[in-house]
């Protein structure tokens, strides 16, 4: 039996909304039961997704997103902000468990990558949470850089400490 086919598609807000909801609301449950798990710091998860779906509506957040699929089933998606002139951030990549190891948080990345350089940012950010080391090791491969946290970022302050933050210079994927 041959592999699903894959790919990585833009997000229509009004063809893909619940698709793109409900891998938000996976990713963010998740994030709550990590979080409660790692830290001691509160994590709502129904008003995060919340929030994800107003700056994706919202065409001032200058946020867009991608779904990655196999086959015909929703299996990723990626969130991405332009948050200042020369940079723009990477956010909530999730591959559903079932669809780990196919490249697809490798696609989605290399897409937010892709439109950021084209878009004409310096500078791809994001932040990662300590014990995503197949994350780690999938940015690591794209040359992202570990960083401390930088201003732009859209995660809360007091996740900082319990955060990873890592940087790609986009001249260099460009080469």
């Known amino acids: 039996m041959s592999e699903p ?6 997000v229509d807000v009004d063809a893909h909304r619940s698709l ?6 996976e990713y963010h449950r998740w994030m709550e039961t990590v979080v409660g798990r790692e830290t001691r710091v509160s994590y709502d998860a129904d008003a995060r997704v919340d929030s994800d779906l107003r700056d994706v509506l919202d065409p001032a957040m200058a946020c867009l997103g ?10 990723g998606c990626v969130l991405f902000y332009g948050v200042a002139d020369d940079k ?3 956010k909530r990549l999730y591959v559903r468990p079932a669809h780990r190891g196919h490249g697809l948080g490798q696609a989605l990345t290399e897409t937010v990558v892709d439109v950021a350089a084209g878009r004409g940012y310096g500078t791809l950010a994001l932040t990662t949470p300590p014990w995503s080391d197949a994350a780690h090791a999938l940015y690591d491969s794209l040359g992202f850089e570990r960083t401390g946290p930088y201003p732009e970022t859209r995660l ?4 900082h400490d319990d955060a990873i933050f890592m940087q790609l210079d986009l001249t260099d994927w460009a080469d």
Do not use: C
């Open 20 to 25: 793109l909801e409900g891998l938000l609301a």
């Open 66 to 75: 991608w779904l990655a699929f196999r086959g015909d089933t929703p299996a």
């Open 156 to 159: 809360p302050e007091q996740y």
């Open 5 to 10: 086919a894959t790919s990585v598609v833009r």
């Open 88 to 90: 723009a951030e990477l």
